[in-house]
């Protein structure tokens, strides 16, 4: 039995439910609100120019097709490789979860993990085998997992308990593609500029510096109690945990998560159809990708004035046909301004399914393993966009002889396939952020909690 009147005043047991609020907590909940935002902000913004896809990208791309003569298909296996730290997010979920630090479950992970990060880029500056980089950008790309694994269950407890999922998840991928927008111009003025191993150590130099934020962030922002390990808690929470995942509304919704992001990859036969077909210079390359960060941030601003409201079945219908026709109009690439529109398309079509499909998550997620849940969810995301990528530029370089047009026809018929799956999910007028908690062993079958009430 826990006896938590003989705790210290400044601890709490692990796993232990809040008490009732305070009479202020309206205005409470929003000075945290608010600082968790900022938090989501700074955050995001470091991920937006430090992951593998963020400012080095294009470098990293321009100096292996250029310097070493790699294919579309290798430069996205090359890639690849840097995905799995994003696929095992579980694992890092689970220790923030369950395995505090000096006293907290979030605080040290973030630490650790952006001084890796810094530690990773800068050792980069000093490399130039694609066998050696391989080894630093694992490094980097490891680092920023776990800090977004453990961003994201500061995302799902706040969230769920302020009911602002939504909220945050837009302010996350807002600020994001802000950052992207920038990285993206940066990384084609280098390469345009530079040589092709030098704008590659410029890049990752320059985003070395970026982790700093998230430790001043750490510190300042997140509302985060010191606690100890409860073993008799612990125990509890993970028979909990086993419980909610073996409930079939999870498992759709992982299986849905999945197959909606299933979709043959563009990306990088749009980059080689660019380059090498419509002859577009690399730094107009880069812009292209500040355009589509563009069309995330206008995304993001239509869905607080728009979408906010709106149920998460309608979201979601919305961004699967949006996302099918705007995958179908690159049949319509022809030069360096219909390359303009269609990322700008692109980039607000993403935004829509990012925050209806991450929100839907972040809804579905066991109460007290957050971390965990939530990074299962990603998890099955990112493995099934780096499968896609793989499976798009596979099929563009040998099933279908570096043509685009077969590429986007079936791309737009994989996005248009979620539209039959919406319906298995069951989720009514469900609003978004509205925490969907599957109902333990013993209690009523076949339904989940959806503020403490039963829904088929």
Request: charge should be positive.
């Amino acid at each position: 039995m826990q006896t938590i009147a003989q705790e210290p005043a400044n601890e709490q047991p692990m796993n232990e439910q809040p008490q009732s609020p305070p009479t202020d907590a309206p205005g409470r909940n929003k000075a945290v609100t608010d600082r968790l935002l900022l938090f989501f902000a700074l955050v995001y913004v470091v991920e937006g120019v430090g992951q593998v896809g963020g400012l080095i990208a294009q470098p990293l791309s321009f100096y292996l097709k250029q310097v070493h003569g790699w294919t579309a298909l290798q430069v996205t296996a090359y890639l690849a490789i840097f995905n799995l730290p994003w696929i095992i997010k579980p694992i890092y979920g689970a220790l923030s979860d369950f395995v505090p630090l000096f006293g907290y479950r979030r605080k040290p992970y973030l630490f650790a993990a952006n001084l890796v990060a810094a530690a990773g880029f800068l050792w980069i500056t000093q490399l130039a085998a694609p066998s050696q980089l391989v080894w630093a950008l694992q490094l980097t790309a490891y680092a920023m997992a776990i800090s977004s694994t453990v961003c994201g269950a500061v995302l799902v407890e706040n969230g769920q308990k302020l009911g602002e999922s939504g909220r945050f998840v837009n302010q996350q991928w807002l600020w994001f593609n802000a950052a992207a927008m920038v990285g993206a111009t940066l990384g084609g003025q280098l390469v345009q500029r530079l040589p092709p191993t030098s704008a590659l150590h410029v890049a990752a130099g320059t985003v070395a510096v970026a982790p700093v934020a998230v430790l001043l962030a750490t510190v300042f922002l997140i509302p985060e109690k010191k606690m100890r390990i409860d073993m008799p808690a612990l125990r509890g929470t993970l028979h909990s945990l086993v419980t909610a995942l073996k409930k079939r509304e999870l498992w759709i919704v992982g299986t849905f998560l999945f197959l909606y992001y299933f979709s043959p990859g563009l990306s990088t036969p749009l980059y080689y159809t660019m380059t090498d077909s419509l002859k577009l210079s690399q730094s107009y390359i880069g812009f292209l990708g500040s355009i589509a960060s563009a069309g995330w941030i206008v995304g993001a601003l239509f869905y607080r004035r728009l979408f906010r409201e709106m149920s998460s079945k309608h979201l979601l219908n919305l961004s699967i046909g949006f996302g099918a026709s705007t995958t179908l109009a690159y049949l319509l690439l022809a030069n360096g301004t219909s390359a303009a529109i269609l990322s700008f398309c692109s980039g607000l079509s993403a935004m829509l399914a990012t925050v209806a499909t991450v929100t839907l998550a972040a809804d579905y997620c066991p109460p007290r393993s957050e971390g965990f849940g939530f990074a299962v969810m990603m998890s099955l995301i990112n493995l099934a966009t780096s499968s896609a990528d793989i499976f798009g530029s596979f099929l563009f370089e040998h099933a279908f002889h570096r043509g685009l047009t077969p590429l986007v026809l079936v791309s737009a018929a994989f996005t248009a396939f979620a539209f039959v799956l919406v319906p298995l999910l069951h989720l009514g007028d469900k609003r978004q952020g509205q925490a969907v908690v599957a109902v333990p062993a013993g209690g009523p079958e076949g339904g989940h909690v959806v503020r403490g009430m039963l829904s088929d």
